[in-house]
């Protein structure tokens, strides 16, 4: 399969910072990126939608001047979560589609809050 | 809203053993319907998926069973080995939303020996 390659996998930050996690799609091209958070030991809760060169579709509850999502190439999304709190400690995870129904999904990214 | 049922949430089968998850969907316009699987912070990998033009699937040890009138389908793990121990997760999506897909709840397994 496709290979979505997400970085950094794990990431501590001081509260009130911002931190950014990157997700790549290394053999193909990727028209659509999308971010999910995940707490221990739940599903996977989508969080936007991003189509390469246009703004992100958040889902509803999730605050988009918080999570702020780039998609400017067909390669590269990323996820900046701005003045980081505990509350934003999570898993978070990317996936890329390009022209199947097929989503390919990144290692993940443990983001710790202190 | 819940869309995609998952049950159970946990089990526990013996190493050789046949586990069987099983998820029920609402939104008939659903028409793929992958299952993954996640290990422990890693994130989710494709195990196999299935349309509604068939009734099942086999690849290897793993099946989808399809029931399009019930919306319910399945997955059935073939001689489950301890290496399967992890979360499956099945989902469904629906044609043009390019892979929006919506999550069961997750159903941890674990194959003892």
């Known amino acids: 399969g496709a290979v979505v390659s997400q970085h950094p996998s794990r990431v501590i930050c001081k509260s009130g910072t911002s931190v950014k996690i990157e997700c790549r799609s290394l053999d193909f091209q990727a028209t659509t990126m999308f971010w999910y958070r995940q707490f221990p030991k739940q599903s996977l809760m989508l969080m936007a939608t991003s189509n390469e060169g246009s703004k992100a579709t958040y889902e509803q509850g999730v605050e988009k001047d918080k999570f702020l999502i780039n998609h400017a190439s067909l390669t590269l999304s990323t996820l900046t979560v701005t003045s980081a709190h505990p509350e934003d400690s999570s898993f978070y995870i990317c996936s890329a589609s390009g022209r199947s129904t097929e989503a390919f999904f990144g290692q993940g990214t443990r983001l710790t809050v202190v | 809203q819940q869309q995609v049922k998952q049950s159970p949430q946990s089990l526990i089968v013996q190493k050789g053993g046949i586990s069987i998850i099983n998820c029920a969907y609402e939104n008939t316009a659903f028409d793929y319907f992958p299952w993954y699987q996640q290990f422990p912070g890693k994130g989710p990998a494709l195990l196999i998926a299935?349309?509604?033009?068939?009734s099942e699937k086999k690849e290897g040890r793993f099946t989808i069973s399809f029931n399009k009138s019930a919306k319910q389908f399945s997955l059935h793990i073939m001689d489950s080995q301890p290496g399967d121990s992890a979360t499956y997760f099945c989902?469904?999506?629906?044609?043009?939303?390019?892979?929006?897909?919506?999550f069961g709840t997750g159903t941890r397994l674990q194959v003892t020996l």
């Open positions: 989902a469904a999506s629906k044609t043009g939303t390019a892979s929006k897909l919506t």
């Open positions: 299935i349309r509604p033009d068939v």
